[in-house]
């Protein structure tokens, strides 16, 4: 049995094809046709390979690879062995995916699991829905009365997509997902098993038990975004959940109902939004991060990895730790809590040695 490769092979660029796409500079005398044929990390690279060098920590690869050319900084091309081809940029790596995408477009986007095209026959399409020419409906997928799929979109295997919704152009709506009660514009990509328009958590305590609060917004999501595998997004409850354009969002995140997500921004993994927050444009949130309900996070700011968000975030600042403080202020209690240990230890120690 022959091992799998899951995306095209590429058919290769020059290192003067790397030159004009990127904009570095050679160094070692590359030779212009000097090809490579994949991407691949320092330590596995092979004389086919392009890699990348930017941080101190893998020096010891770096010393030793046997990449075909390699991009790096000025800093490090001084240290480079000299077999090594290189190309240098005051970004690495940002280059690196910049030849990336260029060998390999397909991995990009997702496309049609059953490499088809139309509709599968095992599809269930209600008479009443509009689909655009072009769009790919895998088998098992179901769309609703009403919905409304626009060209290029692709609707993966088990996706069900519910009445009225309406999903633009050139999307991929992902294996098992489900949306409801959504309008979705254009190039946005939904990865497998994503809940999207589903009740928001709406209950009101009372002495005979908790009575549901109706739910009757939707959710917006506009172009360009990227929601992750598992990720869930309630509707709104008076209001509409609305996702800006271009903001990516890992998998397994929860946005509660109410939620304004501004565009561009960056939610890593784990992250949880209660309901009615709203979040500016361009900001970044480390994996588990939580905000608590009503929380306003200013654009641009940064909440680090874990923090648990309880006050409103003003724009452009870093916060971090549980509860959330600014960056700076946090790190001030550590180093004062690391000084008071010290000192305890030290008094202990001053006890031990003493006369009993």
Not at 38 to 48: C, M, N, Q, T, V
Not at 260 to 287: F, K, N, P, Q, W
Request: charged share 20%; with cysteine.
């Amino acid at each position: 049995m022959t091992e799998p490769r899951f995306f095209e092979p590429p058919k290769g660029l020059s290192a003067q094809e790397i030159i004009a796409l990127t904009g570095a500079v050679a160094r070692n005398d590359v030779p212009p046709e000097r090809r490579i044929n994949g991407i691949a990390p320092l330590d596995r690279a092979s004389p086919g390979d392009l890699a990348f060098m930017q941080n101190q920590k893998f020096a010891h690869h770096f010393a030793v690879t046997r990449a075909g050319i390699c991009l790096t900084t000025e800093k490090f091309a001084a240290k480079a062995p000299a077999h090594l081809a290189l190309l240098v940029t005051p970004a690495p790596y940002r280059a690196f995916v910049a030849v990336a995408q260029k060998l390999y477009p397909g991995a990009l986007r997702p496309s049609s699991l059953f490499e088809a095209t139309g509709v599968a026959p095992s599809a269930l399409i209600h008479p009443s829905a509009r689909l655009e020419a072009g769009v790919i409906i895998d088998p098992a997928a179901v769309i609703g009365p009403r919905a409304e799929i626009g060209a290029g979109t692709v609707i993966a295997p088990g996706a069900v997509i519910g009445p009225d919704v309406r999903i633009g152009r050139d999307c991929v709506i992902g294996a098992g997902a489900t949306i409801v009660h959504a309008l979705i514009g254009d190039r946005v990509v939904i990865h497998a098993g994503a809940r999207i328009g589903q009740d928001g958590f709406g209950y009101l305590p009372g002495a005979a038990g908790h009575g549901k609060i109706p739910q009757v917004g939707r959710v917006i999501i506009q172009d360009n975004v990227e929601i992750g595998a598992n990720t869930t997004i309630d509707r709104g409850a008076i209001r509409d959940t609305v996702i800006g354009e271009g903001t990516k969002i890992d998998n397994l995140v929860q946005i509660a109902h109410n939620v304004e997500i501004g565009r561009h921004c960056v939610l890593a993994a784990h992250t949880g939004i209660s309901g009615s927050c709203t979040v500016g444009d361009y900001v970044m949130m480390g994996g588990r991060v939580g905000l608590t309900d009503n929380v306003t996070v200013g654009a641009g700011a940064m909440i680090g990895a874990g923090a648990g968000v309880i006050h409103d975030i003003p724009a452009g600042e870093k916060w971090i730790g549980a509860p959330a403080v600014p960056a700076k202020e946090f790190f001030r209690s550590v180093a004062a809590l690391r000084k008071l240990g010290r000192g305890s230890r030290d008094g202990a120690d001053d006890t031990a040695g003493g006369e009993r």
